[in-house]
């Protein structure tokens, strides 16, 4: 079947715009995550969603991120007032939760790589 | 504040030698300790979760062992292919089951 997927693959924005980035998870997938990585590192967490609440959002740097989850499978996360800094991959990965979360496999999307000019 | 770390210097082997690959954590013991494969442009990949009370664990040629004393994992990939060339993520799981990667290790496998 379908695996996570991702859009756009790449956004270029300039300083100051606002964009919103797109995951479609696996079907079914109750838990979906946004991580985000730099070049050179591995992916740090930014919020984690079980169903259509944000159930961890400790990850999310400040209040210019934003995600959403409405109806309990695509999301959307959003930043405001891009800066130079926010330039990374965003990945997204969802999971089953079939045994409670911590030993559940995560699936990736292959990412959007966000550039702010 | 608790860490996860992977030797950062990319690792270069010869076809068929084994490949270790080092993950240290402190200030915590996790219960999980999860390894991912990475290839460029794209997401990473569960290769394999061992649990504090295994010792050892196994799939294939990958082989991840778990020391609660010195506080680190080994992953290992016998009999190596260029195949296996990537970057490899060591992550501990938390209740809720957001992970938190080490900076990886690249693998390079020379034929």
């Known amino acids: 079947g379908a695996g996570v997927s991702q859009t756009p693959s790449n956004k270029v924005t300039e300083k100051g715009k606002y964009v919103e980035l797109r995951c479609d998870p696996i079907?079914?997938?109750?838990?979906l995550y946004w991580y985000r990585q730099s070049l050179g590192q591995g992916p740090e967490f930014l919020i984690y969603?079980?169903?259509?609440?944000?159930?961890?959002d400790s990850g999310l740097p400040n209040d210019r991120f934003f995600a959403v989850r409405p109806e309990g499978s695509v999301s959307t996360l959003k930043i405001q007032r891009t800066e130079r800094g926010d330039s990374a991959v965003y990945l997204c990965?969802?999971?089953?939760?079939?045994?409670?979360?911590?030993?559940?496999?995560?699936?990736f999307g292959p990412g959007t790589r966000l550039t702010v000019l | 504040s608790q860490k996860i770390e992977q030797n950062s210097e990319a690792l270069n082997i010869q076809e068929g030698k084994t490949a270790t690959l080092t993950c240290n954590y402190t200030?915590?013991?996790?219960?999980?300790l999860q390894w991912y494969r990475q290839d460029p442009g794209r997401g990473p990949v569960f290769l394999l979760l061992?649990?504090?009370?295994?010792k050892e664990k196994r799939k294939e040629r990958l082989k991840v062992t778990f020391d609660t004393t010195l506080k680190q994992s080994l992953f290992h990939i016998t009999a190596s292919q260029p195949a296996d060339s990537a970057t490899y993520l060591c992550?501990?799981?938390?209740?809720?089951?957001?992970?938190?990667f080490g900076q990886g290790t690249t693998l390079q496998v020379k034929p």
């Open positions: 061992i649990r504090e009370n295994e």
């Open positions: 969603f079980q169903g259509t609440g944000a159930a961890d």
């Open positions: 992550a501990r799981s938390s209740n809720t089951g957001k992970l938190i």
């Open positions: 990965a969802s999971s089953g939760l079939t045994s409670g979360g911590s030993t559940d496999t995560q699936y």
């Open positions: 200030n915590y013991s996790p219960a999980y």
């Open positions: 079907s079914g997938h109750t838990a």
